[in-house]
C-alpha cells in the first residue's frame, strides 16, 4: 500500500492520496499555523479504525440476512503524552456502534466481536499500544 501526500499551501495544509485515487485532505490547528481545511493526523487514525470495523460488521451482518436502516460508528480516544518527548499516542479508544433497525442483538454483538477480534486491520494495528473497547445501541 501506498499514499503520497502533496503540499498544497505555505503552511501545513496537504492534499492526501491512495490507491483509489480519493483525495483527502490534512491540515494542522490554526494555533500552529494551520488553516483548518483538513483532518489531523490523529483524527484520521481514529477515522480510519471507525472506517475498518464499520465495513466489516456491515459485511458480517449481510451475510447474516440482518437489516441495518442506518449506523453511526462514533469512536473516542485518549491520549497520553510520553515523557521527554512531544508525542501523545492513544492510549485507550472506545468504539461507539449506533444501529438503527429490526436487528438481533445477539448477532450484531457477535459481528462486532469478529471484526474487533479476528477481521479489522486497523484494530490490529492499534491494539498493541492501546486499549480499544466498544459499545453499541439499537433503536
Do not use: W
Not at 483525495?23 to 471507525?50: S, T, W, Y
Not at 469512536?75 to 468504539?95: A, H, Q, Y
Amino acid at each position: 500500500m501506498k499514499v503520497e501526500l502533496t503540499r498544497v499551501d505555505d503552511a501545513f495544509h496537504f492534499e492526501a492520496s491512495g490507491a483509489s485515487g480519493i483525495k483527502n485532505h490534512i491540515d494542522a490547528n490554526v494555533d500552529i499555523g494551520g488553516h483548518n481545511l483538513g483532518a489531523r493526523p490523529m483524527e484520521l487514525l481514529l477515522m480510519g479504525l471507525g472506517g475498518c470495523t464499520a465495513i466489516d460488521v456491515i459485511l458480517i451482518l449481510k451475510k447474516q440476512r440482518q437489516v441495518i436502516e442506518d449506523l453511526k460508528i462514533s469512536v473516542d480516544g485518549d491520549r497520553e503524552k510520553i515523557d521527554g518527548t512531544e508525542m501523545s499516542p492513544f492510549r485507550k479508544i472506545n468504539v461507539h456502534f449506533a444501529f438503527k433497525g429490526d436487528l438481533d442483538l445477539i448477532k450484531v454483538e457477535r459481528a462486532i466481536k469478529l471484526s474487533m477480534e479476528k477481521y479489522c486491520s486497523a484494530t490490529a494495528q492499534l491494539s498493541p499500544t492501546a486499549e480499544i473497547t466498544h459499545t453499541l445501541s439499537i433503536n
